[in-house]
């Protein structure tokens, strides 16, 4: 199915297992802040995407935005979310701590560039 509007999401902070996502619907001129995303674990074997929420009072949530899952808005938004949090998690793994490093001076020489 073709995609009806234009979606990007981008990570702002991992939170526990889930991951903080901002939501822009560029061609609607709309941003959703706040979207949590968790990935599949061994009590939910799929991704969960939820819309932001705050507390309601004992022990429950509103939702702030909702959208029609049913609708394919939905769906993009929920596969842009999840390729979002996909490739921060294969960053994360790229990540390299360097602990190895002299206590002398450093000369620009010795850096390589490529």
Do not use: Q
Request: aromatic share 8%.
């Amino acid at each position: 199915m073709p995609k009806l509007h234009t979606v990007e999401a981008s990570v702002h902070k991992r939170y526990g297992e889930g991951y903080r996502v901002k939501v822009s619907i560029l061609d609607l001129g709309l941003y959703i802040n706040g979207m949590m995303i968790y990935p599949p674990n061994e009590d939910h074997g799929e991704w969960t995407v939820l819309t932001p929420a705050r507390p309601a009072g004992r022990g429950r949530w509103a939702r702030i935005v909702e959208l029609n899952k049913k609708l394919p808005l939905w769906e993009h938004i929920y596969d842009t979310c999840v390729d979002a949090v996909k490739l921060e998690i294969a960053n994360e793994s790229k990540d390299v701590v360097v602990d190895d490093i002299p206590d002398g001076p450093i000369s620009f020489d010795d850096i390589p560039f490529n």
